[in-house]
């Protein structure tokens, strides 16, 4: 559930391995204030007609405006528990007042060192937290069921994209620190994987939109005469883009620095996701900017591709916006 672009994968068991039945993107429907349950309903029946759907089960990954992500220490309790207590006590565990949110946690195993064996004496634990606005997830279930569907999971998209990451590239998953950085319309997110733990997430308030209403400013043209230069990166506009493209590296940079510090490690490898990374322009750019190999990367290397034939000539330039829908079928399935 991106802002400007939903994308869906039907994805089904087969022997050991999982096969794609197809995919979809959409434009995301354009809510007039706040997240409309009729708009958002019909928005899945048409993306549920797109994919031929013949399953009523459905995993829904709201993107980082409508679903936090962030890590804590907590006592060691029982989950049911760990969430009553965020829920009364954000401010003291999330440094955030955060009323009206529902919360959830997975527990991080503890890392070999001093810091995680003074947590342990303790009591404490490290956890992940998500957390979205109990108001919002339940117009989504309601959405869900006059669509006709029924909702399996509710996962942040953050999630999905490192869940799919840990399928397809399952070497650099477990032995190396990674980071995955995926350029949306209005946000851009960094979550950095360090020997398969998701060590830090960090999102950067710029992404695609911000880079179309530069060009659109700088050249003097509109948004969607400047979306069509944006893509097809005329000459004339490459040095433009780069002068846009630097402050989303530096916050990336900042992210990148700020963990290698605190961690003593150094990130090897920068996978790129979302729709900015089908431009190859835009991945050099950014790794010049980061110093770090940048790659746009497939989501799918690792599922049997059983997509109708129409399907098939697009999927290999699109699949790098399907991360975190790819990443939350497989964790359902
Ligand atoms: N080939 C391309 N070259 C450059 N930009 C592209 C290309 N294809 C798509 N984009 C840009 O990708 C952006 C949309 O990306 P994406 O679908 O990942 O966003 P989203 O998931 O809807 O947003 P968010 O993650 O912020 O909620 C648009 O700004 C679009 O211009
Ligand atoms: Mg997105």
Redesign the pocket.
Known sequence: ???????AVYVQRKGQGFELLDYT?QQ?PVYEKNFSTELFSEHLKTVSQALGLKTKQVVLMP???DSLLRHAEVPMVPIADMRLMLKYNSKNYLQQDLPDYVFDCYVLPPRPGSASTELVKNQKCRVLVSAARKQFLDNLQEATKNAGLVTDQITP?LIGTANAFEMAQPEAFAKEVVALV????????ITILLHGELSLSRVVGL???K??SGLAEAMSINYAEA?IV??G?AEEAQSMMMGLLMPLGRELRASIDFFEKQEDRTVSQVFV????A??QF?IETLQSELMVPCKSWSPLSFLDLALPPQQMGTVEQLAP?LAAATGGAIAAL
């Not at 559930?1 to 994308?7: C, D, I």
Request: glycine share 18%.
């Open positions: 559930m991106g802002a400007r672009t939903t994308k993107v995301a993107g980082v405006a998209s995926d350029i949306g319309f209005k946000n851009s997110t992404g695609g939109d880079l179309t979306e944006k893509v990166m996701s979302g729709g900015s089908c431009s835009i916006q």
